[in-house]
């Protein structure tokens, strides 16, 4: 891969170092329209765009560092959340993946796996954990009530988190088996070594869209 | 309750309570059961404070906590559909005791906390979830749900399946 994406490293990293400016020729953004994710990256790999030789493989380098020490933020909901700790415990040992060191500060984490339902008490933190969260950011929703509210469909419960933040992995189950969170988590790692998110350029966050912020 | 063979004995302490409440407030309790080791008495609205009052402060009852204060809705019956819950325990007599209030349908109820301070979240939860009114409570706010919360969803005529709101249920503007 020749080329960078803006995600990641900032907008800066890609494109005019002087402008800060991704420049694509209007020929290109033409054909993009429609086009699926390899297609733009394919794309946007033969666009001649000067002086981003050093980053591309920077990027490549960071995001293979990065799947090796994926620390998620210490933040479980609900029942989910056992199941979770048993994958962090030494039977499923999250370690060998270098994802054991569960940061207590969002500040400090590089993702959330949301483990359980969210009540629509809990939803304005979830949103602050989240934007606390330093660029990039993975998050995985884990389990059925973190996807969809599962079977609470109930006044108190929303229902699934991707109403309020980007979701990069789903992990379906009530509660999904370690052995699921693991599979899922291992599918995070493929995005986290190309860099790739849930969230747009824009950072739009659906909780913010929501209330037209 | 007749129907059912009792086989646990009635411990001496439980003994004791009950004597000791039936002759304080005789005539005025609505009822007493004794199931499977529980000891539970109807109290009137009036005495509902003087009873609570009276089982912490004799020494032969000492209840020292308060462990639970809850409600409970019946819409079948039709006088008196609301009802709250009190379970006390006394560490010192190893015993517990429940007491029972039946209310009418936005009938309010005194506040405990001047008898045991620990009332305070529990009735702000009874409130909260069955629109029973605590008088005398110095903070009677919503404590589990959002502020822009409407009705008493632990009432039985509210929807069990909700689709109030969209997918989050709650307006977020101003608390993110
Ligand atoms: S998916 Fe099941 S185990 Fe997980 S939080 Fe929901 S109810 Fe609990």
Redo the contacts with the bound molecule.
Sequence with gaps: MGMTKPVGLGADTSGNAATGKLEISHATLASLKNASDAQVREALDEEHIPGVALPANLEKLLGFGRSFSWWPLLFG????AI?MMATAGPRYDLSRFGMEAMRASPRQADGMIV???CTTKMAPRVVRLYEQIPDPKWVVA?????ISG??WNTYSVVQGIDALIPVDVYVP???PRPEALWEGLEMLRDKVKQSRHAYDGLRTIPARAAIGE | MEARQETVEIPEALKVVFARLEEEFGGRLLGSSFFRGELTFTVPVEDYIAVLKYCRDTPDLAFERLDSLLGNHYPGRKEAPMEVVVHLTSVSKNTRLRLKVMLAEGQSLPTATGVWPSADWDERETWEMYGIQFDGHPNLIRLLTTEDFEGFPLRKDFPLQGTVGGRIRTDLKGKI
């Design positions: 909901l609900a029942c989910c199941e483990a359980g339902w884990m389990g059925s009530c973190a599962n079977i189950g009530c509660p």
